[in-house]
């Protein structure tokens, strides 16, 4: 999965990034997210666990090419708002040849769609923990309140549609249990 800075801190924060490397598999990060979340926009702790991962090959550096950097340019240049990370994200995504991106700002997530990749969040994660088996209801429950209380920004709708998707999926869990 290709991922950006956000999701990353968010779950560094929360000393979760087994949880988001068992839920999303491996993550590749572009260059300008590796020093964002090394350097620019992390603790030091996170940092360190960022860094732990990307030792241990769950977390890998990938290179964009020169036409991946170029898209990178003009997808900065043309939503106004959106930084190198994210718009490296969404290039890289391309560049890799993946349908999705696990990115959490607003306008990235607008522009990955436009770009034909399906934006992924860091709540999306949560889900298909739960899906996997890899967390209870109990667990992404905790992890939802730690990530509110971490400051994670949620919309009122972005909220609404994870319960939503989470209600479904214990449903379809209990029928297949019955």
Known sequence: ?????????TYAKLNKLDFL??????????????????QKKSTSQEAELINHKISEGAIII???????????ELIQSTFKGM????SETIALALQEKQTEALIDDIY????????????IGSLRVLLMAFE?????????LNLLKLMIEN???????VTLKFFELFNKL???????KA
């Open 108 to 119: 990235a997530r607008d522009s990955a769609k436009l770009n034909g990749l399906k934006p």
């Open 151 to 157: 400051k994670l920004w949620l919309g009122g709708s």
């Open 170 to 176: 214990k449903r379809s869990k209990q029928d297949k």
């Open 1 to 9: 999965m290709i991922c950006n800075a956000s999701p990353l801190i």
């Open 62 to 72: 990938k290179k964009l090419k020169i036409e991946s950097l170029n898209k990178a």
């Open 21 to 38: 490397t068992n839920s999303a598999g491996k993550i590749l990060i572009s260059e300008t997210v590796f020093t964002e979340v090394t």
């Open 132 to 140: 996997k088996g890899i967390a209870t209801e109990e667990e992404v």
């Open 83 to 86: 930084g190198r990370g994210e």
